[in-house]
């Protein structure tokens, strides 16, 4: 399938999706949107993919929403065209995602790069929410993940003041995972990607759902759901796999099984 908005290519066991509108800084009108949900789903399914990673041509990650297209919007046409639910969709991506971002990672590109299960960035990237400049506010988890994130006392400046977030500021406070220099980003992202891409691809999968409940779940029930993914890896043969590999001392050849 090809797309309009972004482009897609894949490198070994890495599935790569970059966002491709790089005169309006890529701004994410909503065909965007849900052609990386379609190319999401689609590495999702293919057993040959492992891993995916979103990342922006052109000078930014990408600039927000696609103003042009929200200037007219009332609410009762946002109401029926119900475009969030491609975001909700979002969570239910089983392979880890990893975000690469450089330039800008504004509104909803925020809220996109804080969908992804890991941040890499160059050092001179911006994060920021400035709907409140434009008289909106952020609708696609700005307020809930990030609040989630970093705790209501940042969440509240950053998102009322609209201001920019710098790469060692987002860092700072766990936002990002590691910045790099802008020549090396997608260098290192790839490189980073490749190694969990080699790890036991079902370990990988109950670690992801494991995580993400623990943002969701109380403690109890986050316990309780990760000992059934702790119990179901010794279903696996790469629980037999490894553990016989690590006796045997050397390298294991995990199968996904
Ligand atoms: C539409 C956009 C855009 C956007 C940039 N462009 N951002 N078009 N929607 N979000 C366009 C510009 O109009 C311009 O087109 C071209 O991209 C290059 O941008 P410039 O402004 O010339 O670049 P620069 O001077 O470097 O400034 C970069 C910038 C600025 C600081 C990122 O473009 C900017 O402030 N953009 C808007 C950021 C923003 O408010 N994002 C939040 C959107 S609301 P022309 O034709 O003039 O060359 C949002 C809500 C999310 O995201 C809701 C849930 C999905």
Known sequence: RSFENIE???????????????KVLNALNRQMVTEILEAMEQYDRDPDIKIIVLAGKGRAFAAGADIDEMM?????????????TDWDRLAWIKKPIIGAVHGFALGGAFE??????????????????????????????????????????????????????????ALHFGIINSTFAEEVLMEETMKFAGNIANQPPLAVRMIKESIHKAVDYSLYEGMQYERKNFYLLFASEDQKEGMRAFKEKRKPDFKGK
Do not use: H, Y
């Open 72 to 84: 007219d919007a009332d609410a009762i046409s946002l109401e029926t065209l119900n475009q969030f």
């Open 112 to 169: 996109l790069a804080l969908c992804c299960d890991m941040l890499f960035a160059s050092e001179k990237a911006e994060f920021g929410f400035p709907e409140v400049n434009l008289g909106i506010m952020p609708g696609a988890g700005g307020t809930q993940r990030l609040t989630k994130l970093v705790g209501k006392t940042k969440a509240m400046e950053w998102v009322l003041s609209g201001k920019r977030i710098s790469a060692t500021e």
């Open 8 to 22: 897609t290519a894949v490198k070994g066991k890495i599935g790569l999706i970059e966002l491709n509108r790089p």
